[in-house]
Nanobody
Framework: QVQLVESGGGLVQAGDSLRLSCAAS????????IGWYRQAPGKQRELVAA???????NYGDSVKGRFTISRDNAKNTVYLQNNSLKPEDTAVYYC??????????????WGQGTQVTVSS
């Protein structure tokens, strides 16, 4: 069992930056692929970024070049650095662990989410 807690969301203006954190507890964290997902009102949940246990990364097309995912296994934490935020980045952002990989990017464990709101 893995427990995930997201933090770092908030209200920002377009062009600003945020760093989201996902703190994990429970079973061995370093062996899991971790992903950040988001869901905007009326839209399906989508993968934003994922990082494997070895550090390989994948990004959704809409955030490539703006967002960076990283992990600190010593702190059992994964980060999502969001730069050049746009109003369309507004969503609830979720951290998830134990991913299946493409194409479905399903996950076994989920956090409760953190709201990111970007004003124009």
């Amino acid at each position: 069992q893995v427990q995930l807690v997201e933090s770092g969301g908030g209200l920002v203006q377009a062009g600003d930056s945020l760093r989201l954190s996902c703190a994990a507890s429970g079973r061995t964290f370093s062996g899991y692929a971790i992903g950040w997902y988001r869901q905007a009102p009326g839209k399906q949940r989508e993968l934003v970024a994922a990082i494997s246990s070895g550090g390989s990364t994948n990004y959704g097309d809409s955030v490539k070049g703006r967002f960076t995912i990283s992990r600190d296994n010593a702190k059992n934490t994964v980060y999502l650095q969001n730069n050049s935020l746009k109003p369309e980045d507004t969503a609830v952002y979720y951290c998830a662990a134990d991913l299946t990989g493409p194409p479905r990017w399903a996950a076994r464990y989920w956090g409760q989410g953190t709201q990111v709101t970007v004003s124009s």
